[in-house]
């Protein structure tokens, strides 16, 4: 499963679970599996609302991530590919 690969990426300790990155990491594969699912069954409405939750968790984590530290923020988004960076 992928949420091994990135543990074992990750610092192996107890917390890793808990930090925002593996959150955000964890609500990516969700997304991910439920696009898929909604590409077969368009009328599923229930798992509509379910992916709408975690978009707007993952999208507050990462707003929390970006006030908190820059760095951290922009490896993240580009080690998953979820959106493109502006550059100013």
């Known amino acids: 499963m992928i949420k091994n690969a990135f543990i074992s990426v990750q610092e192996k ?3 890793s679970r808990g930090s925002v990155e593996f959150q955000v990491f964890s609500f990516t594969n ?3 599996r439920l696009t898929l ?3 077969l069954h368009r009328k599923d409405y229930l ?3 379910g992916l709408r939750k975690i978009l707007g968790k993952r999208q507050r984590l990462l707003a929390y ?3 908190k530290n820059r760095v951290r923020y922009k490896e993240l988004i580009n080690k998953l590919n979820i959106r493109e960076l502006k550059t100013r």
């Open 30 to 32: 969700k997304i991910r």
């Open 13 to 15: 300790k107890e917390e």
């Open 65 to 67: 991530l970006s006030k």
């Open 37 to 39: 699912h909604l590409e």
């Open 47 to 49: 798992s509509q609302r």
